[in-house]
């Protein structure tokens, strides 16, 4: 009987104590579901702070790039206006240059002209002169041929006559003639001359 009674009371303590530790698993299982659940919400936190934090870098990120952009957009433009200042400076230097060149070929071509005039009006001096003293000479001439003609007897004389009436003539036409026709007078005049100069010195 008494080894009935150590047997229940033993049977009933592994009972008991079977029943102990089903307990503390229970707990320990309950605790760690609240570790995970805790876990997880730190998680689910932190990742909203990662995202907020990667969000704030990307924000902060665009607004560098868009400064960094008008920066260097402002940058462009000042060196936009100052190579638009420099080309317009150098257009006017050009302008200023190609005006100068122009007034000292305006100058140039004055002077030419200014010479060009000189020089015909002094072959025109030149040219009247010549004519004044051609006719001067054939003026001084005529009368000396014509005592002359009073030497000669014959044909000789009649030869000499008609080439001196000729010349004669032609002095007259040479002082009345138009430009164009002077020279062709004056070579005829010339010829006559010589040829009156020949007769009359019995050539």
């Known amino acids: 009987m008494v080894r009935t009674l150590v047997l229940g009371f033993g049977l009933t303590a592994a009972?008991?104590?079977?029943?102990?530790c089903d307990n503390k698993q229970k707990a320990a299982v309950t605790d760690a579901k609240?570790?995970?659940a805790q876990a997880e919400k730190d998680l689910a936190v932190?990742?909203?702070e990662a995202e907020k934090s990667v969000k704030d870098a990307g924000k902060e990120a665009v607004e560098a790039v868009k400064e960094?952009?008008?920066d260097a957009a402002k940058d462009a433009k000042d060196?936009?206006?100052?190579i638009v200042g420099e080309v317009k400076d150098a257009g006017k230097e050009m302008?200023?240059?190609?005006?100068?060149?122009?007034?000292?070929l305006k100058d140039a071509g004055k002077d030419v002209k200014d010479a060009g005039k000189d020089a015909v009006k002094d072959v025109s001096d030149a040219a009247k002169d010549a004519k004044a003293k051609f006719h001067a000479a054939l003026d001084e001439n005529l009368p000396t041929y014509e005592a002359k003609l009073k030497d000669l007897k014959?044909?000789?004389?009649?030869?000499?006559e008609t080439t001196y009436a000729d010349l004669k003539k032609a002095a007259a036409d040479l002082k009345a003639a138009a430009p164009e026709k002077y020279d062709e007078l004056k070579a005829k005049a010339e010829k006559l001359h010589a040829d009156?100069?020949?007769?009359l010195a019995g050539k």
């Not at 060196?79 to 100052?82: I, S, T």
């Not at 014959?154 to 000499?160: E, I, L, N, R, S």
């Open 15 to 20: 009972v008991f104590g079977a029943v102990g």
């Open 34 to 36: 609240k570790e995970i």
């Open 46 to 48: 932190k990742t909203k």
């Open 68 to 70: 960094a952009g008008k």
């Open 79 to 82: 060196v936009g206006k100052q």
């Open 95 to 104: 302008k200023d240059a190609g005006k100068s060149v122009f007034d000292k």
């Open 154 to 160: 014959g044909d000789a004389k009649a030869k000499a």
């Open 196 to 199: 009156l100069k020949a007769q």
